[in-house]
């Protein structure tokens, strides 16, 4: 039977094992995405608290169905269980999307990915995120017009990601932002419209060290960062008089030996020797 709309061939059935074979398609990823809610989450307990209470989750569902259902030429079929996704969690996800392996919608409610958008693996998105266009006409269609997210991105909450451009690997777009333009792999972009608040070297950008919300375990809180600017400080200064010690110019005429400590201090401050 010819499948409606559809630009493939229909597919053989009586095949034994064929349905089984569909599920495993459908759902091979499943504990994959589990396993990244809970190691990317640090409010996840459970892989049943991931399946009952993560919108994220429930979303791929819908999707990872729709998406089949679409690719066959069932696409009102399609877009009614995303529509139905939609409804139930908040997340509405375009039947024609791409989405790589261990995708994870934290909190989910508001996010849009728009039918020709792409998405790599092991990327994160937030609420509130548009992978969208810009300029949607009728004309359009057909045409690419959504973003092509790289491996182990993040997008923070709220941020619109508009147009038909790449958003390299490991790259960062802060809460809010407004990106129009292609990021490089590993760039940080924030503000509206985006600019490049900072870029992680290749190795940094790769996997497997996810951050959540896109900062960096690594960055201090503001006291920490404070204090560890007066020791690189007492440090640099530290140096600079092990030098000026070390000078034989600064030596007092008739000594032949360096002068001390006390007498560099002395001389640095201009006082007499
Ligand atoms: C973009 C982000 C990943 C940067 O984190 P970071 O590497 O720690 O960067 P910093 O905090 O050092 O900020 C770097 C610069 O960008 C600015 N900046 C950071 N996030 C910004 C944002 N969302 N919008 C505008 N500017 C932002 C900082 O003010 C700073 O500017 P400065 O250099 O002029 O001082 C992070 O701020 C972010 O937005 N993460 C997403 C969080 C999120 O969505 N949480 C939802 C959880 S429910």
Not at 28 to 51: G, M, Q, Y
Not at 133 to 158: L, M, W
Not at 251 to 262: K, R
Request: hydrophobic content about 40%; proline content about 8%.
């Amino acid at each position: 039977m010819l499948v409606p709309g559809s630009a493939k061939p229909p597919r053989e059935r009586g095949v034994a094992g064929d349905d089984n074979i569909v599920t495993a398609m459908l759902f091979k990823n499943l504990r994959s995405e589990i396993d990244a809610t809970l190691a990317r989450d640090p409010a996840a307990r459970s892989r049943l608290e991931v399946v009952l209470c993560y919108p994220g989750f429930q979303a791929l569902l819908y999707y990872r169905l729709a998406h089949w259902l679409w690719q066959y030429g069932w696409h009102l079929t399609g877009r009614f269980i995303s529509h139905v996704g939609r409804v139930l969690t908040g997340i509405e996800i375009h039947p024609g999307a791409r989405i790589g392996k261990r995708l994870f919608i934290d909190h989910g409610m508001g996010v849009v990915i728009g039918e020709t958008a792409e998405i790599g693996d092991d990327c994160t998105l937030y609420h509130g995120v548009t992978l969208g266009g810009t300029r949607p006409t009728r004309e359009q269609g057909g045409q690419k017009r959504h973003p092509t997210i790289g491996n182990n991105v993040i997008v923070g909450s709220g941020a619109q990601v508009l147009g038909p451009f790449r958003v390299g690997d490991g790259a960062r777009i802060g809460a809010a932002s407004v990106v129009l333009r292609e990021v490089p792999d590993g760039a940080t972009m924030v503000g509206n419209p985006a600019r490049q608040a900072g870029r992680r070297s290749g190795t940094e950008a790769g996997p497997p060290g996810f951050e959540p919300y896109g900062v960096s375990g690594e960055i201090p809180d503001p006291i920490a960062r404070a204090l560890n600017g007066l020791l690189d400080e007492v440090a640099a200064l530290r140096a600079r008089l092990a030098e000026l010690e070390a000078t034989p110019d600064l030596a007092v005429p008739g000594e032949s030996a360096p002068p001390g400590p006390e007498a560099v201090r002395r001389r640095v401050a201009g006082a007499q020797p």
